[in-house]
């Protein structure tokens, strides 16, 4: 089966510096690769997704860069704010015989330092 | 507006005693998903659904079962709770099943087995 691997498992930024978390993946019939953020106690939000038909997709100031040859995408924050400050989950799926889960990394905890 | 609605948010319950947590959507999705996610870990894929199909994770405890009596609720029946199935059990929904569906989640229920 899939899988994902998700570095690093924490990270520390200066407020206003930018953040990069990478993730690779194991099968390369994934085609499918959203981010999740998640914090403390509360339910994982989609933040930004990318399809394998595309290699980079913008929304504001975070970023995911995809590239399906070596298996990995990023997810990419600029201007880190302390509201950034979460768990941020990869995760890949892949086209299957019927309704796929995700498979998810193991997070990246990221800390905002004011 | 709440779209994915778990409940309830917290269970306590004993060893060995059976526990149903639930699920429900207002989004009138086709997939149901149900995941657990235990402390500083990703969320791990249990079963699905898609419509009335069952799509059982071949790694899930058969401890675990889920039922569906329609298309807004989703049970997740923990029949013989160790201590060991204490987690954070999340419920998600997809519009329709594939790969590139965006999944939803709920707010999860916290589940402390004594």
């Known amino acids: 089966g899939e899988n994902v691997e998700q570095h690093p498992s924490t990270l520390s930024v200066q407020e206003g510096d930018s953040a990069v978390i990478k993730c690779t993946y194991s099968d390369s019939a994934s085609n499918y690769f959203p981010w999740y953020k998640q914090e403390l106690g509360k339910r994982p939000q989609l933040i930004i997704d990318i399809r394998s038909n595309v290699g980079e997709k913008k929304d504001q100031r975070i970023a995911v860069t995809l590239n399906k040859t070596a298996k990995h995408f990023s997810l990419h924050i600029t201007e880190t704010q302390p509201e950034d400050s979460a768990v941020y989950f990869c995760?890949?799926?892949?086209?299957?015989?019927?309704?796929?889960?995700?498979?998810f990394g193991k997070g990246t905890h990221l800390i905002i330092q004011p | 507006d709440a779209m994915v609605i778990q409940n309830p948010r917290y269970q306590v319950t004993q060893f060995g005693k059976p526990v149903t947590l639930s699920c429900s959507q207002t989004l009138n999705h086709n997939v149901m998903y149900w995941y657990q996610q235990k402390s500083s870990q990703a969320p791990k894929l249990l079963f699905h659904?898609?419509?009335?199909?069952?799509?059982n994770e071949a790694d899930t405890p058969d401890n675990f079962q889920s039922r569906r009596p329609n298309t807004s609720f989703c049970f997740l029946d923990i029949r013989s709770p160790g201590l060991g199935d204490a987690a954070m059990y999340l419920c998600?929904?997809?519009?329709?099943?594939?790969?590139?569906?965006?999944?939803?989640f709920g707010p999860g229920t916290r589940l402390l087995v004594l």
């Open positions: 995760a890949a799926s892949k086209p299957g015989g019927g309704a796929d889960g995700l498979t």
């Open positions: 659904y898609y419509d009335k199909d069952f799509n």
């Open positions: 998600a929904t997809s519009r329709e099943q594939g790969a590139q569906e965006t999944q939803y």
